[in-house]
Nanobody, 116 residues
């Protein structure tokens, strides 16, 4: 089991920004993703980044306010969220995939709470 450790969540006012961090120890993977789960809702895809190229894809709601990136030297993936809205309140999860299929590893999540 490869641990993925998320950090950077917290309580922020609407309009603010956060940068979430996902640190993977001991290995790198083909792609990484961020997902979120709001209270009472199912987990949803936010964004993914391909480790070698840095190319990324976003859910429609994430385009424009969310930016996923990776730092190869730090073996870390980031999710920058700007202009936060109360509806962004959720637990955000990092995931890693060894190949092109489903994600193989998941972090424990980091809570983001956006106050209006």
């Amino acid at each position: 089991q490869v641990p993925l450790v998320e950090s950077g969540g917290g309580l922020v006012q609407a309009g603010g920004s956060l940068r979430l961090t996902c640190a993977a120890s001991g290995a790198t993977f083909r792609r990484y993703g961020w997902f979120r789960q709001a209270p009472g809702k199912e987990r949803e895809f936010v964004a993914t980044v391909y480790w070698s190229s840095g190319n990324s894809n976003y859910a429609d709601f994430a385009k424009g306010r969310f930016t996923i990136s990776r730092d190869i030297a730090l073996n870390t993936v980031f999710l920058q969220i700007n202009s936060l809205k109360p509806e962004d309140t959720a637990v955000y999860y990092c995931a890693a995939a060894k190949d092109w299929g489903s994600y193989d590893y998941w972090g424990q999540g980091t809570q983001v709470i956006v106050s209006s």
